[in-house]
């Protein structure tokens, strides 16, 4: 079956700059990569997602990037801010909404 | 539109018990499904239905059962609560399972098992 790995598990930036967080998938026939935040206690939200067909999307500052070929997906915060700090989880269907998750990335942005 | 509400939000079991959470939708949504969240290890499918009548399994079945009499409803079973399914439940819907998008996920239910 499907195998997700996500990297890296903890994260730790300044306010303002950067962050990226990378997942690789198995199976070539996967065709989409929804990326989910999950702040302390509250329950898993969408904030962006990518379809096969597409090799990158933005939505302000994040953006999604999908290497199909290398099969890796990567999401990238950029200026980021303390309301950023959550677990981010990639994910991958193949379809059905049957979503292999990630095990997580703890991003903390620091003031 | 209330969306994805579980119940309960916290549960304490003895191991060999059973018992049912609930999971309810009111966006009319075809896709409903059950996840699990354990430390270190993300979001684990259990089981999925794509309409009422209509279930089937997804990684980690095994202990549970589910069924959908109803497109609202998906509750999901516990027929003998093990301390391996102390974890956080967490139920998701969307509107049809023909084209993967948007998941819209419930509250969760934090279950323990002693």
Redesign the interface.
């Known amino acids: 079956?499907e195998n997700?790995e996500?990297h890296p598990?903890t994260l730790s930036v300044q306010e303002g700059d950067s962050a990226v967080i990378k997942c690789t998938y198995s199976d070539s026939a996967s065709?989409?990569f929804?990326w989910y935040k999950q702040e302390l206690g509250?329950?898993?939200?969408?904030i962006i997602?990518i379809?096969s067909n597409v090799g990158e999307k933005k939505d302000q500052r994040i953006a999604v990037t999908l290497n199909k070929t290398a099969k890796h997906f990567s999401l990238h915060i950029t200026e980021t801010q303390p309301e950023d700090s959550a677990v981010y989880?990639c994910a991958v269907?193949g379809?059905?909404?049957?979503?292999?998750?990630?095990?997580?990335t703890r991003l903390a942005v620091h003031p | 539109n209330a969306g994805v509400t579980q119940t309960p939000k916290f549960q304490v079991l003895k191991t060999g018990q059973s018992m049912t959470l609930q999971c309810a939708q009111d966006m009319n949504h075809e896709?409903m499904?059950w996840?699990r969240q354990d430390p270190?290890?993300?979001?684990?499918?259990i089981h999925?239905s794509?309409g009422a009548g209509i279930t089937d399994q997804?990684?980690v079945p095994n202990g549970y059962n589910v069924s959908r009499s109803t497109t609202e409803d998906f509750p999901l079973r516990l027929l003998s609560a093990a301390p391996s399914q102390t974890s956080v439940y967490?139920c998701a819907s969307?509107y049809s399972?023909r084209r993967?998008?948007?998941?819209f996920?419930?509250?969760?239910t934090q279950l323990s098992v002693l």
């Open positions: 079956g997700v996500q598990s065709n989409y929804p509250k329950r898993p939200q969408l997602d379809r989880f269907s379809g059905y909404n049957k979503l292999i998750f990630g095990a997580g | 896709y499904s996840y270190g290890m993300g979001l684990r499918l999925y794509v997804g990684e967490f969307s399972w993967d998008e948007k998941l996920f419930g509250s969760g």
